[in-house]
């Protein structure tokens, strides 16, 4: 088999993509944050044309609109490039899953203009954003030098149960629920149906008569699970792998994260949804998700589950007819 590619245009390339695909993901935040998911009403046109007037709510919306034509050509190349320089069949597979990704990604974003924001719709649509993401992240990851560079024999072991990258993929599907859960608040307008914060009504279990209430309060202890696993996931790093930056690096970017994320939250209630502040309660989520995703994969990566056999010792051949 073919050594795995060891290009460093690919490299660069990957984590261009990666890089641009937060940045469309922080576009769409703006869009809705905003509230100019309609400000153009038709698909896949704006207006009937291909530049309208960039202004108000229009700018948003048809800004995200370019920046989504943007990234999806990149991501074309990159399943591309990957198809034809990869010799690894799952880093390729990886590749067509991100372009899979963002062509879905592009008729749930005109199903939610033509279908005037139906919250499943824009639900999904949100959802996927970070499935995307994700996938453009792992692509960089898989195609890093440090990535090629391990040696499988003398990588240390594990040691612990369960395994740290089987924790990190666990905490991984965590905070992606916990998007999505997010992302219902948002899309059903439950944002600031609690008024204050860190208590709701000024009790730690608030009321629960309503709907909204109910996902709002959902959210905030989805957070709560979130920070705990996020929290063990760290904390189990450097308790064991301390000497090794490529684990300890997103364990701790990943502890910083997520207590800026609560923060966040918070201000979001506090500041009324204030467009910023809700636009960076959202990507920082999706740099949560991604920073596990580094985690779980360098772990499986960098770490061995049992130690490697040793190799059996060599007994010296004697020639019995030569001794004879």
């Known amino acids: 088999m073919k050594p795995p590619s060891d290009s460093r245009a690919l490299r660069a390339y990957t984590r261009f993509v990666a890089g641009s695909t937060f940045v469309l993901l922080l576009a769409g935040g703006v869009v809705t944050s905003t509230g100019s998911g309609l400000a153009v009403p038709d698909w896949p046109l704006s207006f009937g044309q291909w530049m309208p007037p960039m202004e108000g709510g229009v700018l948003y919306e048809h800004g995200h609109r370019m920046i989504a034509a943007f990234v999806g050509s990149l991501i074309v190349v990159e399943a591309l490039w990957l198809w034809r320089a990869e010799p690894r069949?799952?880093?390729?597979?990886?590749?067509?899953m991100a372009l899979a990704g963002v062509v879905v990604q592009g008729?749930?974003?005109?199903?939610?203009?033509l279908l005037r924001l139906p919250t499943a719709v824009s639900v999904s649509h949100a959802g996927l954003a970070d499935l995307v993401f994700g996938l453009t992240v792992a692509i960089a990851v898989v195609t890093s030098r440090s990535w090629l560079e391990v040696d499988e024999v003398e990588r240390p072991v594990d040691g612990g149960t369960p395994a740290?990258?089987?924790?990190a993929a666990g905490t991984a599907a965590l905070v992606w629920l916990q998007?999505?859960?997010g992302a219902?608040?948002?899309?059903?307008g439950s944002g600031l149906v609690i008024p204050d914060f860190p208590l709701a009504y000024g009790e730690l279990v608030p009321p629960l008569a309503s709907r909204a209430v109910q996902l709002h309060f959902a959210h905030r202890v989805g957070g709560v699970i979130v920070a705990i696993a996020a929290g063990w996931v760290a904390w189990?790093?450097?308790?064991?792998?301390r000497g090794s930056s490529p684990l300890?690096?997103?364990?701790?970017?990943?502890?910083?994260?997520?207590?800026?994320?609560?923060?966040?939250?918070g201000w979001t209630v506090l500041s009324h949804k204030d467009p910023l502040v809700t636009t960076a309660h959202v990507g920082?989520?999706?740099l949560i998700f991604a920073t596990v995703v580094v985690l779980a994969l360098r772990s499986r990566r960098h770490l061995a589950l049992s130690p490697a056999p040793a190799h059996p010792p060599i007994t010296p051949r004697v020639d019995l007819a030569g001794a004879r």
């Open 89 to 96: 069949r799952w880093v390729r597979s990886l590749g067509w």
């Open 107 to 113: 008729l749930l974003g005109g199903l939610t203009v």
């Open 164 to 167: 740290l990258a089987t924790i």
């Open 179 to 181: 998007i999505v859960l």
């Open 184 to 188: 219902v608040v948002r899309h059903t």
């Open 236 to 241: 189990r790093t450097w308790r064991a792998h």
């Open 248 to 265: 300890v690096r997103p364990a701790a970017l990943l502890a910083l994260l997520v207590i800026v994320q609560i923060g966040l939250g």
């Open 284 to 286: 920082t989520g999706a």
